[in-house]
Structures are given as C-alpha cells and as structure tokens.
Nanobody, 127 residues
Framework: QVQLVESGGGLVQAGGSLRLSCAAS????????MGWFRQAPGKEREFVAA????????YLAESVKGRFTISRDNAKNTVYLQMNSLKPEDTAVYYC????????????????????WGQGTQVTVSS
C-alpha cells in the first residue's frame, strides 16, 4: 500500500504561482511512476503531468506545457507540481497518483493505470 497526501493548494490570482507537493509513504517510492491529474467542477478528470521513477523526461498536458513542471525527490518520497502563470481555467482539485512499475521508463497519462490516489488539494485561480 502507498499513501499519498497532497498539499500546497490555495487561492491565487491569475498570473501567480503555486507549488503542489505529494508526500508518499508505505512502500518504496522510487519504484513508482507518479502523475498529477485535476478535476474541475462539472468536468471529467484530466491528465496534467507524469514522471517516470528513473528520472529523465517528464510529460505534460498540452494545456500546461511551458507553465507547469513536475519533479520528484525520491529521497524525500515527494513529487512536486510547480505551477506558474496560472489561469482561471486551471481551477480544479488536483490529485497525485502512483503506480508501481519494474520498468523505470514507464509512465502513463491515463488515470485508470494508477493504483493509488491522494485526497486532492483545491487550486483556485481568480481573474
């Protein structure tokens, strides 16, 4: 079992920044591919960013490329989502997710591929 706890959400004005953190516990974090997803009111959950546990390339949704960055610190069992130049349409509940893989290059943009989810953190961007 892996427990995920997100933090760092809040209210920010358009153009501002926030950094979300997702702390993992319970198993060897370094063998887990991690992802960030979000869900706005009345909308389906959507992929935001993904990270392979081997490091290297990360993956971002087109809507956040150039503004968001995903990173991880395996020593701290934490994955981060740095969000810059925030827009009102970024308003959503943000969730981190984890899935174990023996393949260090594995990642996924599909929520159904992740086994563990955090409780979510609200991000509200005012115009």
């Amino acid at each position: 079992q892996v427990q995920l706890v997100e933090s760092g959400g809040g209210l920010v004005q358009a153009g501002g920044s926030l950094r979300l953190s997702c702390a993992a516990s319970g198993r060897t974090f370094s063998r887990y591919a991690m992802g960030w997803f979000r869900q706005a009111p009345g909308k389906e959950r959507e992929f935001v960013a993904a990270s392979r546990w081997s490091g290297g390339s990360t993956y971002l949704a087109e809507s956040v490329k150039g503004r968001f960055t995903i990173s991880r610190d395996n020593a701290k069992n934490t994955v981060y989502l740095q969000m810059n130049s925030l827009k009102p349409e970024d308003t959503a509940v943000y969730y981190c997710a984890a899935t174990h893989s023996w393949n260090g290059n594995y990642y996924s943009t599909r929520g159904s591929d992740y086994d563990y989810w955090g409780q979510g953190t609200q991000v509200t961007v005012s115009s």
